[in-house]
C-alpha cells in the first residue's frame, strides 16, 4: 500500500477513456467503491487498467455506520464485498461517511441521512467503525457529513462527535471542506471553529466540492450537490484547513453534470497553488 499525496481527482465513467490513452498527470483517483463490487465488470476492467497508473482511494458509501442494525447478516455481506474490493485493488485510502442508509436488513436508502449527535449514536457508530476496521484490517476514514436541519435530541457538537470517533476507535477522518462551508451556513456555527477543534493527527484526506443555493421558505440554503466549481469561500475555508492539518491528500470531487476532464484538471491547480503558498508562507516562518 502506497501514500498518497497531492491533489487528486474523483474517477468517473465519463472520463475513463482520458485517463487510460492520455494519462494526465494527476498522482492519485479516488474511486466509489460500491461501483467496482464485481471485478469481471466493465467498469472493474476500465479500473484495471488504470489502476496500472495510478494510485487509488476507495470512497465507499454503503457502509451505513450511524445503523443501528449491527448485526445484520445483509450489511455484513456487503462490508464483504467491500472487502473483497479493497483486497483486489488495495487503495492507499478507504473511506465512508457519518451517517446511514440501511434498515432491517432488506431495506436500503440511496442517499446518506444524518444521526443525531447523541452517546447513544456514539456508542453504534463507534461500534460499526470497529467491526468494519477488523473486517477490512485497516483503518478507515470517516467523512463529515452537509446538513440542512439538525436533531433536537442532539447534545454532542458535530466536531466533537467526531473528535471522539477518532480517540475511541483509531479511524481517521476525511474532511470535506465543502461540507463544513455549507452546514457553517445552514446552521450559522463558525467554520473556523471546527476546524481548530479536530485533533491535528485525525485527518488524513481533504475533499473539496462545489454546492447550490436554494430559496426556501425565504431562506437562503446551501446544497451540497458536487456538481459545481468549488466557491471562493470554500477555497478560503480549505488554505485554513491546509494551514492547520498540512498538505494533505486532496481530492476534488464532482459528482453531477460531470464536466470536461480539463474543468477538473484547472480545480486541481487552484488546490495546488493553495498548497505551495501555504507552505511557502510557513518556510519563513
Known amino acids: 500500500m502506497q501514500k498518497i499525496k497531492g491533489v487528486g481527482l474523483g474517477l468517473r465513467h465519463q472520463h475513463f477513456q482520458d485517463f487510460i490513452e492520455s ?21 472493474s476492467k476500465y479500473l484495471a487498467t488504470i489502476r496500472q497508473h495510478y494510485e487509488i482511494s476507495a470512497h465507499c458509501v454503503g457502509m451505513s455506520l450511524g445503523s443501528a442494525d449491527v448485526a445484520c447478516p445483509v450489511r455484513e455481506q456487503h462490508l464483504q464485498k467491500i472487502k473483497k474490493t479493497v483486497d483486489w485493488l488495495q487503495p492507499a485510502l478507504v473511506s465512508d461517511h457519518l451517517s446511514w442508509s440501511a434498515s432491517d436488513g432488506v431495506h436500503y436508502i440511496p442517499d446518506l441521512l444524518p444521526i443525531p449527535y447523541t452517546e447513544e449514536a456514539f456508542d453504534v457508530v463507534t461500534k460499526n467503525i470497529n467491526r468494519a476496521q477488523d473486517v477490512l484490517q485497516r483503518q478507515i476514514l470517516v467523512e463529515n457529513p452537509s446538513s440542512y436541519l439538525g436533531f433536537v435530541d442532539s447534545t454532542i457538537l458535530e466536531w466533537d462527535f467526531l473528535a471522539g470517533l477518532y480517540k475511541a476507535t483509531g479511524c481517521g477522518l476525511l474532511l470535506d471542506v465543502n461540507n463544513i462551508f455549507v452546514s457553517a451556513h445552514n446552521h450559522d ?8 477543534s479536530l485533533p491535528v493527527d485525525s485527518v488524513k ?8 443555493i436554494e430559496n426556501i421558505e425565504g431562506k437562503e440554503v446551501y446544497i451540497d450537490t458536487h456538481g459545481q466549481r468549488v466557491y471562493d469561500g470554500v477555497w478560503k475555508l480549505y488554505e485554513q484547513a491546509i494551514e492547520r492539518f498540512g498538505a494533505l491528500p486532496t481530492l476534488i470531487e464532482w459528482d453531477t453534470d460531470v464536466p470536461a476532464l480539463s474543468v477538473l484538471l484547472d480545480e486541481k491547480c487552484k488546490a495546488e497553488a493553495i498548497i505551495n503558498k501555504v507552505l511557502k508562507h510557513q518556510l519563513k516562518l
Not at 456555527?189 to 481548530?196: N, Q
Open 23 to 43: 494519462k494526465p498527470d494527476v498522482p492519485w483517483l479516488e474511486v466509489h467503491t460500491e461501483n467496482f463490487l464485481s471485478q469481471n465488470s466493465t467498469s
Open 189 to 196: 456555527f463558525d467554520a473556523h471553529t471546527y476546524l481548530e
Open 205 to 212: 484526506e481533504i475533499h473539496l466540492a462545489g454546492y447550490s
